[in-house]
C-alpha cells in the first residue's frame, strides 16, 4: 500500500466505565488506522484521555461505507479527517 491509497474507517465497539464498578457504557470508536494493533492502541488512549477509567473491546473491523445518521456520520466524519471518535451510549438493561 502507498502513501496515495486511502484507509477504510476502523470501527471498534465494546463497553467503557468511567469509574471502576460503575456503570457501563457501550461505545463505538472510529479511528483511520494502519492496522488493527495500532487501531485498539489508538482507542485506548483516546478513552483514557476522556475519563473512562475501564474499556472492555469486543470487536474490530472496517466500515463498507458512510452511516446514514448521527452522532455516527459525525464521528466517521472525524475519522477521515485524522481524528479518534469516540460514541459513548447507554447499554440496554
Do not use: C
Not at 500500500?1 to 472510529?30: A, Y
Request: charge should be negative.
Amino acid at each position: 500500500m502507498n502513501d496515495n491509497d486511502e484507509r477504510p474507517v476502523t470501527i471498534i465497539t465494546g463497553r467503557v466505565w468511567r469509574k471502576k464498578g460503575g456503570k457501563p457504557e457501550g461505545v463505538h470508536v472510529m479511528l483511520v488506522a494502519p492496522d488493527d494493533d495500532s487501531a485498539v492502541r489508538r482507542a485506548l488512549e483516546s478513552l483514557a484521555a476522556e475519563g473512562f477509567a475501564e474499556a472492555e473491546l469486543d470487536q474490530i473491523g472496517d466500515m463498507e461505507g458512510e452511516p446514514d445518521e448521527e452522532p455516527h456520520l459525525s464521528a466517521y466524519q472525524g475519522a477521515l479527517e485524522g481524528e479518534v471518535s469516540i460514541v459513548a451510549f447507554d447499554e440496554p438493561s
